[in-house]
């Protein structure tokens, strides 16, 4: 018999797959040069039995188990190993409640991002967490990774919002995680300890999450800057200016010209660099934020700022900011970084990454959630190069030395999976990860969850 055969007697009908070519497609995330193997099986769970059925049989022959949302995940995380089986949620898609009294949302893990904020705005409600891929990422690879995105800077990440988790351990047991009360500080907050976790100590087969009211409408303010360093110093200016911008964004010429080119959406911008920030505290207090942070452009070096008046432009703007990372992977493999440095080493690190394109000969475009410090420069290489490849791999780990030197760390929001894990023993130190492996093998005690992830083996 087959684990895939095994599988089917155990589980829903028809969510085993062992086809070699579906197999192949549910293989990887999208990281850049993450290795990957071929799965023994895929089960696209449809109940949290399903999942709960898988770990325990998995458990008890040896199997490992990779869990997976929609495979966005750009740091190797949803990586099958070789034999292992790969535990799909993207069929669990039920918004299961919405709770306007109480603020809150009940959904499955493999309910896409935009899709809940939509089911929230229809009761005059609003889930803050929006990572550019949002249209296309599941909110269970969200809580996976910690995922935050571009309200972050003022309304916080993923771990802010999540209430209450139904997770299946690495025993196969169901548990629940977290409360829905407004106050609970019961036992250790293991809640938070699974979210960011990487699958490597559960799964998670329901999410509860807060919610807050329908917010005003935002002024968006544009500045033009002829270098990134230029730009990195606004940054530091609205921080000083004791400004919090519902959003803060940096996206350089090439990443607008690569989505314009795209997606023909007549963007036209005579600068470099451009930050896109906007307010949304309402009335006229908000009309001298937006101000305030169009001065601070300025006084960071802006050859032009601007508060719009033109919505469609502005909207269009971030869009092409959301679009940037599919846009540029059309030129060529792209490998991301995902760093995290305080407000004012802003420039520095931004200099920083200049540098190491400069050394190694690899070309880097920038985008960043510059607000709170969250740099993707976006390393580029020709199709097929295997020198480019290892000259940007050097610049790639250059970064990470160099975030790590300003105080920085190693990843905010898209997981260590398996491209961070050198940094994270950098970051981390040893009696800090003795620590977090410890907690591992304690929820993992078979060693099936997600094997090789975070940690090396």
Not at 18 to 27: K, T
Not at 108 to 113: A, K, L, M, R, S
Not at 120 to 136: E, M
Not at 365 to 380: E, F, Q
Request: charged share 20%; aromatic share 4%; net charge negative.
């Amino acid at each position: 018999m087959s684990v895939a055969s095994d599988l089917r007697a155990i589980v829903t009908a028809g969510v085993v797959v062992d086809d070699p070519d579906v197999l192949g497609s549910y293989s990887h995330d999208d990281a850049e040069w993450a290795p990957y193997g071929r799965p023994a099986a895929l089960v696209r769970a449809a109940t949290t039995a399903d999942v709960a059925a898988v770990v325990t049989y998995c458990a008890e022959h040896g199997v490992p188990v990779v869990p997976r949302g929609a495979g966005t995940g750009l740091s190797g995380g949803a990586n099958a190993l070789a034999g292992c089986v790969v535990v799909s949620l993207d069929g669990m898609t039920a918004v299961k409640e919405i709770n306007a009294s109480e603020r809150l949302a009940v959904c499955e893990p493999g309910v896409i991002g935009d899709d809940l904020r939509a089911a929230a705005g229809d009761h005059g409600l609003w889930y803050p967490p929006d990572p550019a891929s949002a249209p296309w990422s599941t909110i269970g690879g969200n809580v996976a990774t910690g995922a935050g995105g571009v309200c972050c800077v003022k309304y916080g990440v993923t771990l802010d919002y999540v209430l209450e988790l139904e997770v299946v351990t690495g025993t196969g047991a169901v548990v629940r995680l977290g409360r829905r009360t407004a106050k609970g500080v019961a036992g250790y907050d293991l809640r938070a300890l699974m979210v960011g976790s990487e699958g490597t100590l559960g799964i998670v087969t329901e999410i509860t999450v807060k919610l807050l009211p329908a917010r005003a409408p935002e002024r968006t303010i544009a500045g033009y800057f002829d270098t990134v360093v230029d730009a990195g110093r606004a940054v530091a200016a609205v921080a000083d200016a004791g400004l919090v911008p519902s959003a803060l964004e940096l996206v350089d010429k090439e990443c607008l010209a690569a989505v314009d080119k795209w997606k023909n959406m007549g963007l036209s911008v005579d600068a470099d660099v451009v930050l896109l920030g906007r307010i949304d505290t309402p009335g006229s207090e908000g009309d001298d934020e937006a101000e305030r942070m169009r001065r601070a452009f300025e006084s960071g070096g802006a050859t032009f700022a601007v508060v719009s008046a033109d919505q469609q432009e502005a909207d269009a703007l971030f869009a092409a900011r959301r679009l940037a990372y599919p846009a540029l992977e059309r030129l060529g493999p792209v490998l991301t970084e995902d760093v995290v440095v305080p407000k004012a080493k802003v420039p520095e690190m931004l200099a920083s990454i200049q540098a190491a394109a400069a050394r190694h000969d690899t070309h880097i475009a920038n985008i960043a959630h510059a607000g709170d410090g969250n740099l993707h420069p976006l390393l580029i290489t020709p199709v097929g190069d295997e020198a480019a490849r290892t000259r940007a791999q050097a610049a790639f780990d250059d970064i990470i030395a160099a975030a790590l030197e300003l105080g920085g760390t190693v990843t905010g929001e898209h997981g260590v999976g398996l491209l961070k894990r050198d940094g994270l023993r950098r970051e981390l130190g040893p009696d800090v990860l003795a620590m977090q492996q410890a907690v591992r093998r304690a929820l993992d005690p078979h060693g099936i969850m997600n094997p090789g992830k975070v940690f090396h083996a």
